[in-house]
T-cell receptor
Framework: GEDVEQSLFLSVREGDSSVINCTYT??????LYWYKQEPGAGLQLLTY?????DMKQDQRLTVLLNKKDKHLSLRIADTQTGDSAIYFC?????????????FGSGTQLTVLP | ETGVTQTPRHLVMGMTNKKSLKCEQH?????MYWYKQSAKKPLELMFV???????ENNSVPSRFSPECPNSSHLFLHLHTLQPEDSALYLC???????????????FGSGTRLTVV
């Protein structure tokens, strides 16, 4: 089955870049997702990347995908205090369906003033 | 407004109580999910409903009983819970089938459950 791993904590200073890393196991995944969870809230889809892409940029967010190493990263440029949250990567099952996403354990990002 | 609404937002119940959590989605999705999120633990998938039919029950104790009367509503009935069941219960929906691949899940804000 799928297994998604993330480091648990990351602290950065306001204005710096944050890089959150994730490794996954299913090489046939067609999409990979990043979700953000703010305190007391549910998970919000932040961005996603097709598996045939190496990089996707969306304003301050850059997603990098290394399919060979099954490594996914999320870079947040000019990190702000409002970016403090838990970030989850997720992959769907090998058939590419959106059902039963497998989530990582989440990375708690703390932005220091 | 996320499109997935969960009520109540907070619930405190005794171990002998019976209560229900409600989830409603306004997105026209055909699959709905219950997740449990405990402190310092990964998200745990509890139940999956696809076209109102339950397709997954991940070894969830029988004190949790899901109900999906239609594709827009999902309930989680609770009875004789234990203190270790205290957690954030998240509902999500998705569109499964052709064209579902980029949509991922849409989550509700969750119900924070405390069992005393």
């Amino acid at each position: 089955g799928e297994d998604v791993e993330q480091s648990l904590f990351l602290s950065v200073r306001e204005g710096d870049s944050s890089v959150i890393n994730c490794t996954y196991t299913d090489s046939s995944s067609t999409y990979l997702y990043w979700y953000k969870q703010e305190p007391g809230a549910g998970l919000q889809l932040l961005t996603y990347i097709f598996s045939n892409m190496d990089m996707k940029q969306d304003q301050r967010l850059t997603v990098l995908l290394n399919k060979k190493d099954k490594h996914l990263s999320l870079r947040i440029a000019d990190t702000q205090t409002g970016d403090s949250a838990i970030y989850f990567c997720a992959e769907p099952p090998g058939d590419g369906s959106a059902r039963q996403l497998t989530f990582g354990s989440g990375t708690q990002l703390t932005v220091l003033p | 407004e996320t499109g997935v609404t969960q009520t109540p937002r907070h619930l405190v119940m005794g171990m002998t109580n019976k209560k229900s959590l409600k989830c409603e989605q306004h997105l026209g999705h055909n699959a709905m999910y219950w997740y449990k999120q405990s402190a310092k633990k990964p998200l745990e998938l509890m139940f999956v409903y696809n076209f109102k039919e339950q397709t997954e029950n991940n070894s969830v104790p029988s004190r949790f009983s899901p109900e999906c009367p239609n594709s827009s509503h999902l309930f989680l009935h609770l009875h004789t819970l234990q203190p270790e069941d205290s957690a954030l219960y998240l509902c999500a929906s998705s569109q499964v089938g052709p064209g579902d691949r980029a949509s991922g899940y849409t989550f509700g804000s969750g119900t924070r459950l405390t069992v005393v």
